[in-house]
């Protein structure tokens, strides 16, 4: 049983793999799938690293005309998808580079060496905190919060934890070892969750007439 | 275990990549520990909300015209 299952798994195949199979083979309306199916990924991923939206458009032509001009230089022991974010963030470093007049651009910047502390802000979130704000005022205080983080933090939380990608497949698009990616990880998600706290903690109640607190069961 | 131990291991508990003993070490400390129990909840609240919330969408009319330029140059051959 164990034999047939792990034949099983060797030959399944990537649906993406399959369509790069046939784009190098000179079918482009199976390029038009695979665009179709990563452009709003890859427009987000340079948005969060150039934090500008006409860079994030011309990245997005850039990054999947260059995936297609190296095509055959795609192995296919990687995934397609973590393939092209790769190329997406350099596009995007590079944009910005651009536009920094050509200083050195890395996602090392701003990125402090010391260790992540215990968060000072103690105060609960209401529950359901978004529920207070309207979607375009949440999604206005998501991209402020972080915009805030620092580049390199920012992108690792964006890959890892909006995107998806795991800890080894964000390290080896990145250039980072996995340690780095998991020290930025937890530093990334402990200052949006401090700078969040400001919009959507527990709104304190008039004294004596406090919210009633829940007996733990069994105590 | 100390806080600052707790907040070191914090996302393995969040990503569900620790082992049964750390597990129980993890949870005997947030069941004394409010400040621990809140930094959890709401780490994973703010994970959960940039997930589940689109920041920077791409409009259908945005989206048409960067996929019909990109395609038009790779049917060019770039």
Redesign the interface.
């Known amino acids: 049983m164990s034999t047939i299952q792990s034949i099983a798994g060797e030959n399944e195949q990537h649906p993406d793999v399959a369509l790069v199979e046939r784009v190098r083979g000179g079918d482009?309306s199976a390029?038009?799938t695979l665009?179709?199916k990563y452009?709003?990924q890859v427009?987000?991923i340079a948005?969060?690293i150039t934090q500008n939206r006409e860079d994030?458009?011309d990245v997005?032509?850039d990054a999947?005309?260059k995936a297609?001009?190296k095509l055959d230089q795609f192995q296919g022991n990687s995934k397609f998808y973590t393939w092209l974010v790769r190329i997406a963030v350099n596009e995007s470093l590079m944009r910005l580079r651009k536009r920094r007049t050509g200083k050195m651009v890395s996602i090392d910047e701003d990125v402090e060496t010391e260790?992540?502390?215990?968060?000072r802000d103690?105060?609960?979130?209401a529950p359901d905190?978004?529920q207070n704000y309207t979607?375009s005022e949440?999604?206005e205080i998501?991209?402020k919060t972080?915009q805030g983080l620092p580049q390199g933090f920012r992108v690792v939380?964006a890959l890892r934890?909006?995107e998806?990608l795991s800890?080894e497949e964000t390290a080896e698009t990145l250039g980072l070892s996995v340690p780095a990616v998991?020290s930025r990880?937890?530093r990334a998600?402990?200052q949006?969750?401090e700078r969040?706290?400001r919009y959507?903690k527990r709104k304190a109640a008039p004294a004596g007439n406090g919210p009633a607190i829940a007996p733990l069961s069994g105590s | 275990m100390t806080?600052?131990e707790f907040?070191?291991l914090?996302?393995d508990l969040?990503?569900d990549s620790v082992n049964d003993r750390m597990r129980a070490d993890l949870l005997a400390h947030l069941k004394d520990c409010?400040?621990c129990e809140?930094?959890l909840?709401?780490?994973r609240?703010?994970?959960e909300?940039?997930?589940s919330?689109?920041?920077?969408d791409?409009p259908p009319d945005?989206?048409e015209r960067?996929?019909a330029?990109?395609?038009a140059?790779?049917?060019r051959g770039?």
């Open positions: 482009v390029y038009d665009v179709r452009e709003r427009f987000r948005q969060h994030a458009e997005v032509q999947f005309l297609y001009e260790e992540g502390s215990v968060p103690l105060a609960d979130w905190p978004e979607q949440l999604a998501l991209r972080i939380f934890d909006v998806g800890t998991k990880l937890l998600r402990l949006l969750r969040l706290s959507f | 806080c600052t907040i070191s914090l996302d969040i990503d409010e400040h809140v930094t909840n709401t780490t609240k703010t994970i909300i940039y997930r919330h689109e920041i920077y791409l945005l989206r960067l996929h330029a990109i395609m140059r790779c049917k770039c």
